[in-house]
């Protein structure tokens, strides 16, 4: 039974709950990922997913629209925490948590496990008469913005430049108001 799972908060199939079992998985758009989302904006091949440790860590495979933890692009791999948000591209995102058993949780199965699966008993219970809950909507903390770090280097270079332009006029103010051009610069004509 699988420890952590995926719920689509928004994307083509809100409420869903993708189930994370194995020691890695895809995600991407193709039906061979073990979290298959149709939609156009998410790659064919858009992350990874590799438990290590007891966690799942997270890597974008070179997507093209990206793929966010709690509003930040990854640049490398990032390990999850239950209650973070996972967004791929701009419209799809999804809740990562820990398994909790919810008997009227919708749930994405992949192929494979459908075919693996056994066949039911030739009698079937009647259908619950029950609507399921309501989806949950989540809400991440807000993240503190991290400071904004000021390259210096432009500055000093473009002070140290405004100050030998300065020293250049100053030099050249003083050799003409003390009528030394001759002295300095010999090699002009008429000295």
């Known amino acids: 039974m699988a420890q952590f799972q995926f719920v689509m908060r928004s994307g083509p199939t809100p409420g869903v709950t993708f189930p994370l079992e194995g020691e890695q ?18 790659s064919r091949k858009h992350a990874r997913l590799m438990f290590q440790g007891g966690k799942y860590v997270l890597e974008d495979l ?4 990206g793929t966010f ?3 930040q692009r990854l640049a490398g791999p990032v390990v999850l925490k239950p209650g973070d948000v996972v967004s791929l591209g701009e ?4 809740m990562y948590d820990s398994m909790a058993a919810d008997a009227g949780a919708t749930v994405a199965v992949s192929r494979k496990a459908v075919q ?3 066949p039911p008993p030739a009698y079937s219970a009647p ?26 280097m432009p500055i000093f ?28 610069f010999p090699f002009i004509a008429g000295c």
């Open 25 to 42: 998985l895809t995600i991407g758009r193709d039906s061979t990922n073990g979290v298959a989302i149709n939609d156009a904006e998410i």
């Open 62 to 65: 070179g997507s093209t629209n």
């Open 69 to 71: 933890v709690n509003g």
């Open 91 to 94: 419209q799809i995102v999804l």
């Open 116 to 118: 693996q699966a056994v």
């Open 127 to 152: 259908a619950p008469s029950y609507a399921p809950p309501p989806a949950v909507a989540y809400s991440a903390a807000p993240q503190p913005a991290a400071p904004k770090k000021t390259n210096m």
């Open 157 to 184: 270079i473009g002070g140290g430049v405004f100050l030998f332009i300065c020293m250049c006029a100053g030099f050249f103010w003083w050799v003409d108001a003390t009528y030394r051009w001759c002295t300095f």
